[in-house]
């Protein structure tokens, strides 16, 4: 079995010594949830099963209170709500975000918070973000005090919010977001979240509780909203009041074979964060360290593969490594029409890709999806595999943005269970592919391709050639369809 430090960030390597939590933990058992319906029906599932005592930590970029998490409900306020007035300890990090107007969600994440504190648990609209940033993290922990081999935590790319509730078949969520016309009505909408059990499960509550105790208020980047907020204060009612926390349960036991390292992305701020002074760009740092060990596959989705300065690491990749393929799956058009928005989207991702496609012009594969009524699927997942060895999903994209701006959380899943099938050491070094990494393609590529879901036809994706052929052949015949009149 190779190190883990080959693959994994050392303590040292993720260059912030203001953090206490470990490099990466081993014994965890990740579970990739494909799709938000199937996410939010795990989360209905787990949250209900919460008892008074117990801990529910979230963050989010927005969250919608009225969004409906199955179809006959509960929404995500009914189902945090819910759980408040049961005893459960509540709290969460809200993005402040700026103005509806500019599509970005202030009124929903403030209705979500007011849902919440009126049950009795504590939202804290956070503002501490670099100018013009954002809190792009998205997950949620769930601690059952005194039965810590029931802790589970959810990460990754899905907000509690409209849209986000599609599946396989890609008809859009019922509760749509406001987008491109090109996605209809109900767009629809690809994304990953991950299920974690472990060790890792402290590790969130951790990355949690040093955001929620930072000193620094909540309204540090925005005057108005202070004043705002002094005068609910006032009230008797504040979005900035971060209540103490009760005291941290210990980690979960071991109870799997994933190595699951926490990446994360905190800019350098004035006043810093105690836990990150100098910021942390752990996420950048994890996946050169990953890419830089790939042989024959990279494959990703992403949202947005829009910077020339990311894209230079795929770029040094493939000069370096001749037999590598990287396959990218992205959205078709971006999520707003518009100058502004745009435009400069296809700009940056015309550049991203130029730059790679100069270093291996046949050896860059870009896609995107689209279901079985022709309506492109909008892809939010952000997830990347490493020769079948290493496997991230988290909420950061391929660009600067993400990798230096914006908080974010990735979830980096080294599987130490072997995989048999043949190729069975696809990168060469010796690594062997492993289990995790190898599913989580395999499953994405079944639902792209339309291939049966039990594996029963994989014959041709396994291989990183024989996929790469697969895929092509498969956009080949698709645009074919097209041409002929979608006939």
Same mark, same amino acid.
């Given at each position: ?13 993720r ?72 005893? #459960?300890? $509540?709290?969460g990090?809200?993005? &402040?975000?700026? @103005? %509806? ?6 009124? !929903? /994440?403030?209705?979500l918070?007011?849902a ?64 491109s ?8 909408w ?10 890792? #499960?402290? $590790?969130?509550d951790?990355?949690? &509780?040093?955001? @929620? %105790? ?5 309204d540090? !980047? /925005? ?61 950048a740092r ?10 024959r ?73 689209e ?17 079948d ?20 959380l ?23 592919a492993?289990?995790?990494?190898r ?8 639902e ?8 029963s036809?994989d ?29």
């Open positions: 079995m190779t190190d883990p430090e080959d693959w994994l960030l050392t303590g040292a390597e260059g912030n010594p203001d953090t206490v939590i470990p490099a990466w933990t081993a014994g965890n058992l990740a579970e990739p949830l494909v799709h938000g319906a199937a996410y939010f029906d795990r989360l209905v599932t787990a949250v209900q099963g919460l008892t008074a005592g117990d801990h529910l930590l979230f963050t989010d970029w927005r969250g919608d209170p009225d969004e409906l998490l199955r179809d006959e409900g509960p929404t995500v306020g009914e189902l945090f709500a819910d759980a408040a007035r049961r005893g #459960v300890c $509540v709290r990090l809200i993005w &402040r975000s700026h @103005w %509806d107007g500019l599509s970005f969600s202030k009124e !929903e /994440n403030a209705s918070d007011e919440i504190e009126e049950a009795g648990g504590v939202v804290v609209l956070d503002q501490r973000v670099r100018r013009l940033g954002s809190h792009h993290q998205k997950f949620v922990v769930l601690r059952h005090v005194g039965r810590p081999e029931a802790d589970v935590a959810f990460a990754g790319g899905i907000d509690l919010c409209h849209s986000r509730r599609d599946d396989a078949e890609h008809r859009g969520d019922p509760q749509p977001q406001s987008m016309s090109a996605y209809g009505e109900r767009p629809p690809h994304d990953v979240q991950l299920q974690l059990r472990g060790p890792v #499960v402290g $590790v969130l951790t990355v949690f &509780r040093e955001r @929620w %105790d930072d000193p620094t208020s909540p540090s !980047e /925005n005057p108005v909203a202070w004043v705002h907020d002094k005068v609910l204060a006032i009230r008797g009612r504040s979005h900035m009041d971060p209540t103490p926390l009760p005291e941290q349960p210990p980690p979960p036991p071991e109870c799997g074979p994933h190595h699951v390292q926490t990446l994360r992305t905190y800019p350098k701020v004035l006043p810093s964060f105690d836990f990150a002074r100098q910021g942390e760009r752990s996420v994890g996946y050169t360290k990953a890419i830089r060990r790939a042989r596959l990279i494959y990703l989705e992403d949202q947005y593969l829009w910077s020339r300065e990311v894209a230079q690491l795929f770029a040094t990749a493939l000069e370096e490594n001749p037999e590598l393929h990287l396959v990218v799956v992205v959205p078709r058009v971006p999520d707003q029409e518009g100058a502004v928005s745009e435009r400069p989207q296809y700009v940056g991702r015309h550049q991203a890709l130029e730059t790679c496609r100069r270093a291996g012009p046949d050896r860059v594969h870009v896609f995107d999806l279901n079985h009524e022709g309506t492109p699927v909008y892809v939010h997942a952000k997830v990347c595999v490493v020769d060895v290493w496997a991230s999903v988290g909420s950061d994209n391929f660009n600067r943005r993400s990798w230096t701006h914006d908080s974010e990735s979830s980096g899943v080294l599987d130490t269970t072997l995989d048999t099938r043949e190729p069975r050491d696809p990168g060469g070094h010796g690594d062997g492993r289990t995790f990494a599913d989580l393609r395999l499953e994405l590529a079944r792209h391709l339309d291939r049966a879901v039990d594996g036809e014959d041709d994706l396994v291989d990183p050639e024989l996929f790469v052929a697969a895929v092509e052949r498969a956009a080949a015949e698709l645009q074919a369809w097209h041409d002929r009149g979608r006939v």
